[in-house]
């Protein structure tokens, strides 16, 4: 499946919630969501019709891959991992998309979206434990320290971030320090830690059907 590359604001609409795509303006009065609550297309006003039980699984499903940025064959891998783990198939998969490096420099507000993260990890301007990766899928693991390089820390997108990096709400399972910029992941995600707005056993069901 090739990558969505049209208006992502078009992605929130069509999920009617806010996946949070566009950085900081998702935040502000200029969100779409809040100015325009109807659903892309011009037969949006007309749908008619109860939603059934396969597109509703399917829409959480949709609703899911989009707030992290995947593609299809992406997503149904990380189901298929988190299948084989022991464990709720739902927490584990959530926990598995959480822990990818780009939703971690992410979550810690090195970068203001998941698709800024993306391109940052990509670029080379993030290490872990002192060392560069630019994998934006690779797991971290707890104790494990994200850092900002050296010769990164000057980038305007990235001094811009830092500098309201302390405003921004950083899960518990994760500890932000602003002077020395880096990160330290102190424990997997717990269900109740991770801001996710879906209903995850839906997407177990989609899948299991």
Not at 26 to 43: A, L, M, V
Not at 72 to 83: D, G, K, L, T, V
Not at 184 to 208: G, H
Request: overall charge positive; hydrophobic content about 30%; some cysteine.
């Amino acid at each position: 499946m090739s990558r969505y590359t049209g208006p992502v604001c078009r992605l929130c609409r069509a999920e009617g919630t806010k996946l949070f795509l566009k950085g900081d303006r998702c935040y502000t009065e200029k969100c779409s969501i809040s100015r325009r609550e109807t659903k892309p297309g011009k037969t949006a006003t007309s749908r008619r019709g109860k939603v059934s039980e396969y597109g509703l699984r399917l829409r959480e499903k949709q609703k899911l891959r989009r707030f992290y940025g995947m593609n299809e064959s992406q997503f149904r891998r990380y189901f298929a991992m988190a299948n084989r783990l022991s464990g709720q198939t739902g927490h584990n998969f959530l926990r598995l998309l959480e822990e990818r490096l780009d939703n971690v420099v992410y979550r810690l507000g090195i970068a203001n979206s998941r698709q800024q993260a993306r391109q940052l990890v990509r670029h080379g301007h993030i290490n872990i434990d002192e060392k560069k990766v630019n994998i934006p899928s690779y797991s971290v693991k707890p104790g494990q320290v994200v850092s900002i390089r050296e010769g990164s820390r000057d980038v305007p997108v990235i001094k811009e971030n830092m500098e309201v990096v302390s405003s921004r709400t950083i899960p518990e399972w994760l500890e932000m320090d602003g002077e020395k910029l880096q990160g330290k992941i102190l424990s997997d995600p717990s269900r109740d830690q991770m801001d996710v707005p879906v209903n995850e056993q839906l997407v177990v069901e989609f899948y299991a059907r």
